[in-house]
Each structure stands twice: as structure tokens, then as C-alpha cells.
């Protein structure tokens, strides 16, 4: 489904990527794992075409779409939810959901869109409540569910979820993650980005580990848990962020 | 006149007077929420839209005298053509000028707007002279009398269009998708480009749209001041006192600043001096400035950066 082969992304001068490659088969939850900085975040934005990589390729389906631009990538079928939420604060939770199908309302699919909506609203009942609504105005958990209810509503053939953990309470981690397995029940595919490594391996199929932008360890979810190098690199997760934080 | 009625005169004329500058500062905001630049061309765009529906309306020389155009359009055909045509102009300043320094930070891309002023001030006095010109009343008759004060006809006309158009950009902003999508760009590039919005384009048509709205502003005043090709930079400034005053970044706040701005100028050109008017608001443009301008320029520099404009 997605292929990502040896990509390297820069900022700037920065490179924060080493020929990364990944892959995503259709159907299936995959994990990528790592600490603060590790480079989960432009490996996402890579694929969706916000930071295009600056060298190897990036395949979807086996058809490259490395070097074309985010909004052509939504088209395609990658929908990202981006870390923080990201959701459009100043508008209504319906309006959020109306501009997740932006390219298929361009398209005159406007039936389909409103169904979704009905879908995604069955999916998450908190948002159809609070539908109108200013999206800012939204708990954290909403806000989630509507970021991701929105990255749904493009139809995505892979789903790109950022760190959809983050800030919340483990009980609510636990509901967003049982969203994700219920997805990919009915048939999408999911590249997810946690920090929460052991939660987000819990509900995968593989998993990748990423440490100073290379990949360095791959594997099946379950044996990654009990993997003994997987515990060096939650170690080695927490000294980093010991680090982070002195500075 | 008694003071009551010259104070209710003084409002009305700055009612009048603030609708223009708020149609302008709209034309300002439009621009700045999207791709965030501050554009200092914006005043050109009233100056243009103006001359252009003069050129179709009635007998005109240009260049020198050297090319006759000698229409004879309506006033309303005139008036739409104004429209478009600086419309189609907004979204070639905005391909010529802004796209190609798409890398450039938000501060070369005010200066570049300025330059941009400068070449359009220029052009337009190659194409219609220095001479002044206007187009007639839309509709004739006597003034109407309210109270002791008094208000023309092309008065009610330059309140009645910036309320119809106030009313049609909100329906435009909130309940069509392109608006929707205008405003989510100007809340989040990132996350609007993720959506499959194509924040370019949108900054091209915030550019067409926010000109539009500005020619408006210079055709329903022509017919009650005189157009000359250099006012483009008054009208500029008065349009960002009015859009600053009014937060930069919310259409109602552009309004409330025109309207404020416009009430304020009349004020104090009938009770102090007219020579004064124009000093008032500058001054008030100092005050705003002085308090805020910094965070303004930083927070939407990183939004346009996001946006990848």
C-alpha cells in the first residue's frame, strides 16, 4: 500500500531523516515508534508532502508521489491528522468536517460527504452534540475525535495519525485507540506516530523504531514488546528527554 | 444650523466617509488573514477601479490625449467593469509581484506591495494624466433632510453597497465552501493544506477578491470627490488606520475601524479644521502602531511561512 524508500528530509541544513524505509501493507495498523525528536513527525509530513523529502521515494499503491504537493497528496488517498489536533478553532465542528471533504465537495460529491458526516458522527456521538459548536471551544479528547473524524472524511486509503495520545487522559487514549482498531476493521490503513509506545504497539500489526532519523529496528508488534532492545530504546527515550528538558 | 444639527451632520458625513475607508480596510484584511501581508497597493486598487469604470462611462483621452475612447457604457456596465477589471488586477499583482518572492519574509512582501503602489501610482498617471475626473450621481434628485442634517442621495448609495457587500461577504465567508476554505488558510496553512485546500490558490483569490471590494469603494465616491491618479496612497493609509484600529485580522473590526476613523475625520474637520482631518487619523495611527504593530507583523509572518507562501 505505502512504501517509503530511503528518504532523507532536511530543514533547512538540518537533516532529520536518514534513508528512512518503511513499509505499510494494506489493512494493517503500523507503529513508529521513538523519542521526542526522533523524527516520527517529519516522516509523517514527508508522506503527506508538507516537508518533501529531500532524496528517495515514496510510493503509494506503486505509483510515486514523493514530489507532489500536500493538497495533490489528500487527493490521493493519505489523510494525516497532525499532531496537536490542529483543528480549525474558529469554526464550527460541522464546518471542520465539511472541509475534511473539501476535494470531494470540489468534486460534486456532496451526498457522499454528508453521510460521512453522519458516519463519522455515529463514530464519535459527542461530535453530531456539539456539531455546531466552535471547534476551539472543544475538550482535548473532542478536539481529537474531530481531528481524526476529519482526516476521515477525505477517504483516506492510509490514515496518518500524529501523536493522538498526546495530553490525554489515559482513559480517552484507551477510546481512541479502540476508534483505530474499529478502522481498521472496516478496511483502513494506518501509520500511527505515539510516544505512548507500548499503548500504540498494543493495538498494531508491525512497528518500526526511529532514533536520531533512522530507522533502527523493525519488526512485529508483539515480539517488539517483549524485545530486549526495544527496552534499551525506551531507555535510551528516556534519557533523551532528561536532556531536553536540563537545556 | 443649530449644534445638534451640525453634529448629526458631521455624523452622517462620517458614516459616509468611514464606509469608504472600511470597504478599503475589508480589502486589507481579506489579504493579511490569508497570506499575511500587509498590502500598501490596496489604495491603488480604489484609484483603478475608479478610473477604469470612468474610461467606459464617458468620452476620455488617454496617454497624452494620444488614444480616444469614447464608449458610452452604462453606469452599471461601467461600474462592473471597474470590478473585474481590477479584480483581474489584484490577481496579477499578486502572480507578478508576490508569488515570484514566495520566499521572501512577510516584511520584503509589504515593501514589495509598496513598490507595487509606486508602479501602479506610475502607470496610472501614463494612462489618464494628471487631470481630475468623476462620474455623475447614480441616481439624481434632492438630498434627503433628516432632522436638520443633511444627506445626498450618493450618501445613502456608498452605505447602502458597503452594507449589501458586508452582508454578501459574510454569507461568502461562512456558508460557501471557497469561504470556508478562505478562512480555514487564514486559521491554519498546515492543517488547510492537509485538507486538499491549495493555500496558493487562495491567496490569489484573497488578492482578486480584496481588489474587487477596494474598486467598489473607489466607484461609489467618485461620484462625490474627484478622482485623482495619485490618492491611491491616502486612501491606503486611511484603509489601514481603519483595518488596524479594528484588530487587522477580523472583517467586523475593519468595519467598526472605517466607521469610527470616518466619524472621528468628520468630526474633528467640522469642529476643529478641515487641515485637520487627515492629521487626526495619522495620529491615531501612531497610537495603534506604537502599541502593537511588532506582535502583529511576527504572528502572521509564521502563519505565511506555514502556508508556505
Redesign the interface.
Known amino acids: 500500500m505505502l512504501e517509503i524508500k530511503a528518504i532523507s528530509t532536511f530543514y533547512g541544513h538540518i537533516q532529520a531523516l536518514k534513508e528512512v524505509s518503511l513499509e505499510v501493507q494494506g489493512g494493517e495498523i503500523v507503529s513508529l515508534v521513538g523519542a521526542n525528536g526522533a523524527g516520527k513527525t517529519t516522516l509523517l509530513n514527508s508522506v503527506?508532502?508538507?516537508v518533501p523529502p529531500r532524496r528517495g521515494e515514496i510510493l503509494l499503491n506503486g505509483q510515486a508521489i514523493t514530489h507532489l504537493?500536500?493538497?495533490?497528496i489528500?487527493?490521493m488517498g493519505i489523510?494525516?491528522v497532525?499532531e496537536r489536533r490542529?483543528?480549525?478553532?474558529?469554526?464550527s465542528v460541522r464546518?471542520n468536517l465539511?472541509?475534511?471533504g473539501?476535494?470531494r465537495?470540489?468534486r460534486g460529491k456532496k451526498t457522499a460527504v454528508t453521510q460521512d458526516i453522519e458516519r463519522v458522527c455515529e463514530m464519535f456521538p459527542i461530535l453530531k452534540e456539539r456539531q455546531n459548536q466552535l471547534a476551539g471551544t472543544l475538550s482535548g479528547g473532542e478536539q481529537q475525535m474531530l481531528a481524526i473524524g476529519?482526516?476521515l472524511m477525505?477517504q483516506p486509503k492510509v490514515l496518518l495519525l500524529d501523536e493522538p495520545s498526546l495530553g490525554l487522559a489515559p482513559l480517552l487514549v484507551r477510546e481512541i485507540l479502540d476508534v483505530l482498531v474499529n478502522l481498521r476493521e472496516m478496511g483502513t490503513t494506518i501509520l500511527l506516530v505515539e510516544q505512548n509506545a507500548r499503548a500504540a504497539l498494543e493495538i498494531s500489526d508491525r512497528g518500526y523504531v526511529l532514533e536520531t532519523g533512522s530507522v533502527v529496528l523493525s519488526g512485529k508488534a508483539q515480539e517488539l514488546i517483549t524485545n530486549e532492545d526495544v527496552q534499551k530504546a525506551y531507555l535510551g527515550r528516556v534519557n533523551h528527554k532528561r536532556l531536553e528538558t536540563r537545556d | 444650523m443649530s449644534l445638534q444639527d451640525q453634529l448629526l451632520q458631521f455624523l452622517l458625513s462620517g458614516i459616509t466617509l468611514g464606509s469608504i475607508y472600511a470597504l478599503i480596510a475589508l480589502g486589507f484584511v481579506t489579504i493579511y488573514n490569508v497570506t499575511g501581508i500587509i498590502n500598501f497597493a490596496q489604495g491603488e486598487f480604489a484609484v483603478y477601479g475608479a478610473f477604469m469604470a470612468i474610461t467606459v462611462f464617458q468620452e476620455s483621452r488617454l496617454l497624452s490625449g494620444n488614444v480616444a475612447v469614447n464608449l458610452g457604457w452604462s453606469l452599471p456596465a461601467s461600474a462592473l467593469f471597474g470590478v473585474v477589471i481590477t479584480a483581474l488586477l489584484g490577481l496579477l499583482l499578486y502572480r507578478l509581484a508576490i508569488q515570484t518572492a514566495r520566499h521572501a519574509s512577510a516584511l520584503s512582501m509589504i515593501i514589495i506591495t509598496i513598490g507595487a503602489a509606486f508602479v501602479l501610482r506610475g502607470a496610472a498617471l501614463l494612462v489618464w494624466g494628471t487631470d481630475p475626473s468623476r462620474l455623475p450621481v447614480f441616481t439624481k434628485g434632492s438630498p434627503f433632510k433628516i432632522a436638520g442634517a443633511i444627506l445626498t442621495r450618493q450618501s445613502v448609495w456608498v452605505v447602502g453597497v458597503t452594507a449589501v457587500l458586508l452582508v454578501l461577504l459574510y454569507l461568502f465567508f461562512n456558508h460557501t465552501l471557497t469561504g470556508k476554505a478562505l478562512r480555514a488558510c487564514s486559521i491554519n496553512p498546515g492543517a488547510a493544506r492537509l485538507m486538499g485546500i491549495n493555500t496558493k490558490r487562495m491567496a490569489l483569490l484573497a488578492f482578486g477578491l480584496s481588489a474587487a471590494v477596494t474598486a467598489v469603494a473607489g466607484i461609489v465616491i467618485v461620484p462625490s470627490t474627484f478622482m485623482t491618479y495619485d490618492r491611491g496612497l491616502t486612501l491606503s493609509l486611511k484603509g489601514f488606520v481603519a483595518a488596524i484600529v479594528g484588530g487587522m485580522s477580523s472583517p467586523v473590526g475593519a468595519v467598526v475601524g472605517g466607521l469610527l476613523l470616518g466619524v472621528l475625520e468628520a468630526f474633528s474637520a467640522g469642529l476643529l479644521s478641515s487641515g485637520y482631518k487627515d492629521a487626526i487619523s495619522f495620529i491615531v495611527l501612531f497610537i495603534v502602531l506604537a502599541a502593537r504593530i511588532g506582535g502583529l507583523l511576527r504572528g502572521r509572518a509564521i502563519v505565511a511561512e506555514q502556508a508556505g507562501l
Open positions: 503527506s508532502g508538507i504537493p500536500a493538497e495533490k489528500v487527493g489523510s494525516q497532525p490542529q483543528v480549525f478553532g474558529e469554526l464546518d465539511v472541509l475534511g473539501y476535494l465537495l470540489r476529519r482526516g477525505a
